[in-house]
């Protein structure tokens, strides 16, 4: 699954202009195949959209760097992530 160009998609629904409390919600393992955004690209897009990124990883027992790609989301924007038994 190409995660990252997903999330970058999502982001784009969004309008910059809502005034609202925006937030995206990630639900993956965190495995990235094939993505030509990287986890930079997707912090900034939500950065500057202003929308919160929450993740749910559904596979705990994943290797370190796809579980930390979820944390990273969810950290750098003031969102929360969750482990497949917490959500």
């Known amino acids: 699954t190409p995660l990252l160009d997903l999330a970058y998609e999502?982001?784009?629904q969004f309008n910059s202009e809502a005034d609202s409390d925006k937030f995206l919600v990630i639900a993956s393992?965190?495995?990235d195949f094939g993505s030509t955004?990287?986890?930079d690209e997707?912090?900034?897009k939500a950065k500057?959209?202003?929308v919160?990124?929450?993740t749910v990883?559904?596979?705990?027992s994943i290797e370190k760097p796809c579980a930390n790609r979820l944390e990273e989301l969810a950290r750098q924007q003031?969102?929360?992530?969750?482990a497949g038994e917490d959500a």
Do not use: E, S, Y
């Open 10 to 12: 999502a982001l784009q």
């Open 29 to 31: 393992d965190g495995t």
């Open 37 to 39: 955004h990287t986890l």
């Open 42 to 44: 997707v912090i900034g």
């Open 48 to 50: 500057t959209l202003k």
């Open 52 to 54: 919160r990124i929450h």
């Open 57 to 60: 990883n559904l596979n705990p």
């Open 78 to 82: 003031n969102g929360r992530a969750f």
